[in-house]
Structures are given as C-alpha cells and as structure tokens.
T-cell receptor, first 114, second 111 residues
C-alpha cells in the first residue's frame, strides 16, 4: 500500500456519460497529480494541484476537470466520455510542489468506455 | 522542459547487471533525477533519486556524471520479477510543477 488511495479501481460506463475519479493523497503530501495512461502508452500528465490550488496543466481535455478539496483529496471529472478516454488514470502525490522529492502513485482507476 | 531520452527496450538474463542510461541535456541546476519502475496495470514505483555523483540503495544504484546531462540506473543481478518499464524523470527546475514522463525503457528479463 503506497498510501495514495484511488477509487474506484474499475469503472465501466457508456459514451457520453460523466464520471468522477477520486484520490486521497499520502498523509502529509500537499500536491496531487493526475496522469492518464492508455494501452501501451506512457504516462500523460493531466493536471496538478498544490494545497487546493491548480499549479500546472498538461494535456488535459476541456471535457475533463479536477479540483482539490480542503482536506486535500482530489477529484477528476471526465464528461462527454468517448471510447478513446478508456485508460488507466493514476493519481500521485508529493510533499512539495516539485518532482524533486519523488512522487508516490496510487494503484489507478481503470476506466472503460463502451 | 527537461526532456529525457531512454532506450525503448532492453533484454537481459537473470543474474546479470543491467544498466539503463537516460539523456537529459536540458537539466536545470535545481533538478533532481528520479527513476521509477512500473509493472503492468500498476502505478509507477519510486526506485532511486539523485542529484550528482553516485547514489545507492537496497534496490539500485544511480550514476550521474559531473555535467549531469545523463544518468545511468544500474540494477544488480536482475531477476524475472524485474521485468518492467523503467522511467527516468527530471524535474522542470525551480518552481517546476509539471513533470513529464518519457516513454520509458521496457526491460525484459529472461531465464
């Protein structure tokens, strides 16, 4: 157990629907990062939050949004889902806002859009 | 962005030492170099991190030359369970909040 909790582990939904993925960072970590990993692809950075504020955006679609709550947990909202959104979505956390102290990853949410 | 370049794949045999080199020509002064290991359908796992010279832990060693434009992850005596994708990661620098994972190196260990 890495200390980063992601729920749900698996999600199957239909095209056009909206889903919410949840992440609880490791205790003491202030930063949360979201990554998308499609089949046999590398990790694509989506967005980062630090202590409740958005810090960086990567290749995140306009249909996707995220937020970090006062208790530091984060949610990634995916709407108007398309087949191509099927992927593993990972959340990672770190104590600071940079990568210089390493990330701790959760076990991911596998999203299947049918 | 501190882009990294790694070999796409490597093969090895059990018991051998494996060295994976990563190039990061644009590394910034304050950046650390971090390596992660990822098994299929699992999140990446931190292996080792360093700034310069050599770092060693119970799992691996990391060699960083003086110019820091490359780094080499060394896995001693690999086993079948070391078959995974290995990512080299370099921070974006001071205040760098966005870190890009490259394609990684797919290591396949054979019996």
């Amino acid at each position: 157990d890495s200390g980063v909790t992601q729920t749900p582990k698996h999600l199957i939904t239909a095209t056009g629907q909206r889903v919410t993925l949840r992440c609880s960072p490791r205790s003491g970590d202030l930063s949360v990062y979201w990554y998308q990993q499609s089949l046999d692809q590398g990790l694509q950075f989506l967005i980062q939050y630090y202590n409740g504020e958005e810090r960086a955006k990567g290749n995140i679609l306009e249909r996707f949004s995220a937020q970090q709550f006062p208790d530091l947990h984060s949610e990634l909202n995916l709407s108007s889902l398309e087949l191509g959104d099927s992927a593993l979505y990972f959340c990672a956390s770190s104590v600071s806002g940079t990568s210089n102290y390493g990330y701790t990853f959760g076990s991911g949410t596998r999203l299947t859009v049918v | 962005l501190a882009k990294t370049t790694q070999p796409i794949s490597m093969d090895s045999y059990e018991g051998q030492e494996v060295n994976i080199t990563c190039s990061h020509n644009n590394i910034a002064t304050n950046d650390y170099i971090t390596w992660y290991q990822q098994f299929p359908s699992q999140g990446p796992r931190f292996i080792i991190q360093g700034y310069k010279t050599k770092v060693t832990n119970e799992v691996a060693s990391l060699f960083i030359p003086a110019d820091r434009k490359s780094s080499t992850l060394s896995l001693p005596r690999v086993s079948l369970s070391d078959t995974a994708v290995y990512y080299c990661l370099v921070g974006e620098g001071t205040g760098g909040f966005k870190t890009i994972f490259g394609a990684g190196t797919r290591l396949f260990v054979k019996a």
